[in-house]
Each structure stands twice: as C-alpha cells, then as structure tokens.
C-alpha cells in the first residue's frame, strides 16, 4: 500500500471514529474533514465493508450495533433480533401472493426485528419521507425514498413521529420508535424494502452489504470489494436480557377469550384479528395501551378486557396501592404477584403481565366472563362455594364489562 494511500485509509478511520465521537480529533490532526477526501483525491471506497469496529477481524455477536457495513445502509433498529424472515411463511395472519409465477397461501412481504417498546427506529440510509401515518389497519408506518430508487417501510411504530412528509432524513435519523399499531403479535419493526420498481426485495443481503439495491453487489459468492465475514447479517443477536423478555415476540394466536358481544358475561373464543381492530380503534383513549395488548395477546385474552378491570382496579394508576395491599396496575397482592413472576409490581409491563395470566386463569377455571371477573377480585374459593358471582361484587363486574364495551364501539 502507497503512503497516499495509508494516508487516505487514516483519514477514513478517523471520520468513521468522528460519527460516532463528534469529540475526535483525529490521528492526523483533522477535526473539520469528514468527506473522506485527501489532497483533492476521493478515496471513498477504501473502506467498503468496515464497521464502527476498526479491526479487520469480525465483530462480535455479543455486541449488537445499529452501524452497518459501507456507510450506505445500516440496520434500522440496534440490538434488535429477527423474528420473521422475508418470504412464504405459515403465519395466517401474512397475505397471499405470487411471486415468480408460483402462489403462496400467505407471504412476508418484510422481516420482522424485535425489540422493546419505545426503541429507536432509524432511517436505514439518507432519503426523502413520502409517507408517515396511519394505515388502514391502524398501523403507523413511515416510507422513505432513496438516492437509488428504491423505498423502505418501517411499520408498527408508536405515534410520536419524528418525521412527517417531504422531510430529508441522514442515514441512521430517528424517525420513530418501536410501537405496537396495527395487527401486531408484540413489539418490533416490521421492515420492508421496496426496488425501484416497487417490487419488495428481501433486505437481508442488502443489510449485510451495507449497501441500497442500486448501489450493491450482492450474489451469492459475495464481492471482491468485500472481506468474507461482511455478508453476516447487520442485525445481530440479542442479548440474553432481551432474549428472556416474555413481550417481546409472542406467536399470535388465531382466537382470543373474549366476552360475547351478545351476552357479554358469556366467554367465546373471537378472532383475534377481530378483537384487536377493535381494541386499536379505542386505544388513543387507553392508557398503557401498547403494554396492555402485549399482556393480553400473551396471556390469549382480549386486551379490552384486560383494559376494563385495570380501569375498574387502578384507574390506570400505576403506583396505585390498596390499604389491603395490593400493588400497581392490576391490584396485584404480593404472593400473587410472586406466584405469577412479578418481581416488581410497579412495573407497569410487569404487572399487566401478571394480572392478564391471572384473569386468563380464572377464565379457563370458570368458563364465563362474570364468574373470572369476580374470581379476579374477591377469590375464586368465594365464586366456588356460592356457584355464582356474589351480590358485592356485581357492581365490579357490571363496571368492566361496561368499560369493555365502550371500547367495542356499542352501547352498553
């Protein structure tokens, strides 16, 4: 290697060490130059395929990074893991569709990357924002166009954009956080990535090159341009802390226990597809929603359910706290709140989690809606021995199941 171009690799490095510490100097001395431009000479390319790790060997697992190969393209979501990959899938919930001449019952048309609520979700390369808001599903979405042509998607975010239409975004902008809008099994980002001509890629390879589609080099036997381990995927794994976290992806179940919209203290199995719209079109007006619908979705009841007995328990207090002892959200008392995994009550996910595995439990002992509803409250020996919901807690019951219908958009 010339000394122009040790020269030329030195000043890169020093540019890559300056995005992520605007503080660097540099080993050379430049603290203004971030082009990559040296005596008037573009060396841009030397260092294709470097990280935010400068050492020539690969990067660790462990470490999950939202910096990518190249400088062109770089995860959306850091320390995310993947749940779904890009293509035919036996998910009943993904549509139909054919590709290449061949039908596929259903078809991820994105992958999936999990991580917790109100992670950051960054523009993958620098563009133009042609679409930010709700979707016909309740989804908030953001779209951006790139230099290539091609567009990306980013789905299920929480509302609070930090972008809105005919915004210019950098690569690596926030421009939202993880959420959980629309028909969605748990927090994470649903990301697609759209060619030029509207075609939806997978965007795997790409975000291993670190590359746009118009920009890239991506067969199978990889790129001269590239060393051998730049090909690994640019999502990492997660961390174990991550991994063990209950909500942060559940299978979505095809029904949910639900009260009968004709006898609502008659349990029924609904669709879920059915009871989460409805529960997504009152959520605007529901405290800790998103935490509610991940609770209830993993404990396979109705989150307007779950909604209703928070608002009759807490008043959706989460430091609430009983002079008979019970903590937080869901009233939980403390040897419940044990049995069912709650080392902190006042953890708002914490103990919504408890208290929906606690209302599911009572739903199957008792297969009716008022019978669980009173059980959650005065005891299920109480509801046992009389074989019915006792007169004290009539009025309890009547208030949630209220609750709950208001947010099915009837009349109670």
Not at 256 to 283: R, Y
Request: proline share 5%; with cysteine; glycine share 10%.
């Amino acid at each position: 290697m010339s000394y122009t171009d040790c020269i030329a690799r030195i000043s890169q490095l020093d540019s890559l060490v300056r995005s992520l510490d605007p503080s660097w100097v540099g080993s050379l001395g430049m603290s203004s130059d971030t082009s990559g431009v040296v005596s008037g000479q573009d060396f841009s390319g030397l260092l294709t395929g470097m990280t935010e790790t400068t050492s020539a060997t690969q990067p660790s697992n462990s470490t999950a990074s939202k910096w990518t190969l190249g400088g062109r393209m770089m995860s959306p979501v850091s320390g995310a893991r993947e749940t779904q990959a890009f293509g035919p899938t036996n998910e009943k919930l993904e549509p139909s569709a054919t590709v290449n001449g061949v039908h596929y019952a259903h078809y991820h048309n994105g992958i999936d990357l999990a991580a917790r609520l109100g992670t950051p979700v960054h523009a993958v390369a620098a563009g133009t924002v042609i679409a930010a808001g709700k979707e016909s599903d309740g989804a908030i979405i953001v779209k951006i166009r790139h230099a290539d042509g091609c567009t990306t998607l980013y789905g299920h975010l929480d509302p609070s954009l930090d972008v809105k239409v005919g915004d210019t975004v950098a690569e690596g902008q926030q421009i939202g956080k993880i959420g959980m809008t629309g028909v969605t099994t748990g927090p994470h980002l649903h990301f697609t990535l759209y060619s030029s001509t509207g075609k939806a890629i997978d965007p795997t390879p790409y975000l291993a090159s670190g590359q746009l589609p118009g920009t890239a080099s991506t067969g199978s036997s990889g790129s001269s341009s590239l060393p051998s381990w730049a090909y690994k995927p640019a999502v990492m794994s997660a961390s174990a802390a991550y991994a063990t976290t209950a909500n942060l992806y559940t299978v979505m179940p095809a029904t949910l226990m639900s009260p009968d919209p004709a006898d609502p203290n008659k349990l029924v199995k609904a669709d879920t597809a059915e009871v989460l719209a409805k529960f997504d079109a009152s959520s605007s007006r529901i405290p800790y929603a998103s935490q509610i619908r991940a609770a209830a979705i993993s404990a396979g009841i109705d989150p307007s359910l779950l909604a209703g007995l928070v608002k009759a328990e807490s008043s959706f207090h989460v430091n609430s706290h009983s002079k008979c002892g019970a903590e937080g959200l869901t009233q939980l008392m403390p040897r419940t709140a044990a049995s069912l995994g709650v080392s902190n009550p006042w953890d708002a996910q914490q103990n919504l989690d408890g208290g929906a595995k606690y209302l599911a439990k009572q739903m199957r002992n008792f297969g009716r809606v008022d019978r669980a509803l009173a059980a959650y409250n005065a005891g299920a020996g109480a509801v046992h021995r009389l074989g019915a919901v006792p007169n004290s807690k009539k009025g309890y019951v009547a208030k949630i199941l209220r609750t709950w219908s208001s947010y099915q958009g009837t009349k109670s």
